[in-house]
């Protein structure tokens, strides 16, 4: 993971652009007037709660620690 570290001052960036893409996701999915499929959903679904567990990590990490 130190190879990584150079990244650590545009995580804020990443975090937004995730949100972003997210939001995007949902406005495609259940804003639009078409009909969306179900992988679609559960996929998008998928990725809310793992991009949800990333962003609070630093408030459970102490506890499993």
């Given at each position: 993971m130190s190879g990584f570290m150079f990244l650590a001052p545009y995580?804020?960036?990443?975090?937004?652009?995730?949100?972003?893409?997210?939001?995007?996701?949902?406005?495609?999915?259940?804003?639009?007037?078409?009909?969306?499929g179900r992988v679609t959903k559960v996929m998008l679904w998928l990725g809310t709660i793992i991009l949800a567990l990333v962003l609070t990590?630093?408030?459970?990490?102490?506890l499993l620690a």
């Amino acid at each position: 993971m130190s190879g990584f570290m150079f990244l650590a001052p545009y995580r804020l960036v990443f975090e937004v652009v995730a949100i972003f893409a997210l939001g995007v996701g949902f406005w495609m999915t259940y804003g639009r007037g078409r009909p969306s499929g179900r992988v679609t959903k559960v996929m998008l679904w998928l990725g809310t709660i793992i991009l949800a567990l990333v962003l609070t990590s630093g408030l459970w990490h102490g506890l499993l620690a």
